[in-house]
């Protein structure tokens, strides 16, 4: 039985992606497994079934307490794993651990079918730009190779001997100070009241921008309808076919300018998080480890409160945003011009719902320190 002492990796993988390819790809975790416990004489404690409750709990008990130096997160990287909701949280949620520690080598994707959106320089999916920052492993050749040829357990032998020697590197990593400012001088490092302060007073600011993205969905929203009357006009008049593309043609002329800035909305609001999470996460950590006089003290209790409820106002909002991304199908079979706009649409709520990720691991953590 997996414990929390002892090396682990957890795999983060889509069923349907080791479906297709008939096990596979929980067969490679535990050929790794394998052959670091060769090389090692010990065990590789391998988490693989997400439904589970071992892999909640461990999960959960590692980032928390255990994940200096000894825990691996192995995503697999395919075009359907950043569609998952579950997998790309588990990405951010990991990815703010191991930096607030220093230990960014402990992300270690696979890159099992190759995703072209990776490679692009300027993407603004946070999830691409956290893997594609990483050294990931190309498996896109491997995967094709009979997992018995010499090929394939020399690469096998590879990354296992990989593992160990970023294990051995992470031993002597220290946590990097906890700064959230960009301008700090060195010789003037924040206190633990003045990152909190600088933390909280970042809240009324992303908070605008959560309202100007619900104010834009509104405006985009009362064109569609609008546009869904006037073609219920136009098929009163019998105009047919042609009335309604031309009122779905009128409709993304309307919203293209809304949607771009739900665009940018959605890519200030995740980076940002992205950028500040290890910081705050360090704040926390830095919080737990001085104990209760810290934790309870009244700076503290305003900090925690303050990210609680915007944690709980955004998940508020994205039960209409849901809703709004879910209506978005039916509106990207109008016309062709509908597409790339829904598309884009579609994109910017991801990025939100990345953003409420990140807040929500924020708030699970206080829980966990407050206790």
């Given at each position: 039985?997996?414990?929390?002492?002892?090396?682990?990796?957890?795999?983060?993988?889509?069923?349907?992606?080791?479906?297709?390819?008939?096990?596979?790809?929980?067969?490679?975790?535990?050929?790794?497994?394998?052959?670091?416990?060769?090389?090692?004489?010990?065990?590789?404690?391998?988490?693989?079934?997400?439904?589970?409750?071992?892999?909640?709990?461990?999960?959960?008990?590692?980032?928390?307490?255990?994940?200096?130096?000894?825990?691996?997160?192995?995503?697999?990287?395919?075009?359907?794993?950043?569609?998952?909701?579950?997998?790309?949280?588990?990405?951010?949620?990991?990815?703010?651990?191991?930096?607030?520690?220093?230990?960014?080598?402990?992300?270690l994707p696979i890159m099992y079918i190759d995703v072209p959106g990776l490679h692009k320089s300027d993407t603004s999916d946070d999830v691409m730009t956290l893997i594609a920052k990483r050294q990931?492993?190309?498996?896109?050749?491997?995967?094709?190779?009979?997992?018995?040829?010499?090929?394939?357990?020399?690469?096998?032998?590879?990354?296992?001997?990989?593992?160990?020697?970023?294990?051995?590197?992470?031993?002597?990593?220290?946590?990097?100070?906890?700064?959230?400012?960009?301008?700090?001088?060195?010789?003037?490092?924040?206190?633990?009241?003045?990152?909190?302060?600088?933390?909280?007073?970042?809240?009324?600011?992303?908070?605008?921008?959560?309202?100007?993205?619900?104010?834009?969905?509104?405006?985009?929203?009362?064109?569609?309808?609008?546009?869904?009357?006037?073609?219920?006009?136009?098929?009163?008049?019998?105009?047919?076919?042609?009335?309604?593309?031309?009122?779905?043609?009128?409709?993304?002329?309307?919203?293209?300018?809304?949607?771009?800035?739900?665009?940018?909305?959605?890519?200030?609001?995740?980076?940002?998080?992205?950028?500040?999470?290890?910081?705050?996460?360090?704040?926390?950590?830095?919080?737990?480890?001085?104990?209760?006089?810290?934790?309870?003290?009244?700076?503290?209790?305003?900090?925690?409160?303050?990210?609680?409820?915007?944690?709980?106002?955004?998940?508020?909002?994205?039960?209409?945003?849901?809703?709004?991304?879910?209506?978005?199908?039916?509106?990207?079979g109008l016309s062709k011009s509908m597409r790339p706009l829904t598309k884009k649409m579609r994109?910017?709520?991801?990025?939100?719902?990345?953003?409420?990720?990140?807040?929500?691991?924020?708030?699970?953590?206080?829980?966990?320190?407050?206790?």
């Amino acid at each position: 039985m997996a414990t929390s002492s002892g090396a682990a990796g957890f795999w983060s993988y889509t069923h349907r992606d080791d479906e297709i390819e008939d096990g596979r790809i929980r067969r490679l975790a535990n050929k790794i497994a394998n052959e670091f416990e060769v090389i090692t004489a010990e065990e590789l404690h391998v988490f693989l079934d997400k439904e589970d409750i071992k892999w909640g709990d461990e999960w959960r008990n590692r980032i928390d307490t255990a994940l200096t130096g000894s825990t691996f997160f192995m995503p697999i990287v395919t075009p359907r794993f950043f569609k998952s909701e579950e997998c790309r949280r588990e990405v951010l949620t990991f990815s703010g651990h191991a930096a607030s520690l220093g230990l960014d080598e402990l992300l270690l994707p696979i890159m099992y079918i190759d995703v072209p959106g990776l490679h692009k320089s300027d993407t603004s999916d946070d999830v691409m730009t956290l893997i594609a920052k990483r050294q990931y492993e190309n498996w896109t050749e491997l995967r094709l190779e009979d997992e018995n040829s010499p090929k394939y357990r020399q690469a096998v032998h590879r990354l296992a001997t990989r593992l160990v020697e970023i294990l051995e590197r992470a031993a002597e990593v220290e946590p990097p100070p906890v700064n959230l400012a960009e301008d700090v001088n060195a010789e003037e490092e924040p206190g633990m009241l003045e990152l909190m302060a600088e933390a909280e007073s970042a809240l009324p600011r992303w908070g605008e921008v959560m309202s100007e993205f619900a104010i834009t969905i509104q405006e985009i929203g009362e064109a569609a309808r609008e546009a869904s009357a006037d073609m219920e006009k136009s098929d009163a008049r019998g105009a047919g076919f042609a009335g309604r593309l031309r009122a779905a043609r009128q409709l993304s002329e309307q919203i293209k300018e809304p949607v771009e800035r739900m665009s940018e909305l959605g890519v200030q609001y995740s980076m940002e998080l992205v950028k500040v999470d290890p910081g705050i996460l360090g704040i926390l950590r830095q919080v737990e480890s001085e104990g209760a006089e810290t934790y309870e003290s009244e700076q503290a209790t305003e900090f925690f409160k303050a990210i609680r409820d915007f944690a709980q106002i955004g998940r508020r909002n994205m039960v209409s945003f849901q809703e709004f991304s879910d209506s978005l199908q039916r509106v990207s079979g109008l016309s062709k011009s509908m597409r790339p706009l829904t598309k884009k649409m579609r994109g910017a709520i991801q990025k939100v719902m990345d953003g409420q990720a990140i807040m929500d691991e924020w708030e699970r953590r206080i829980d966990e320190v407050t206790g």
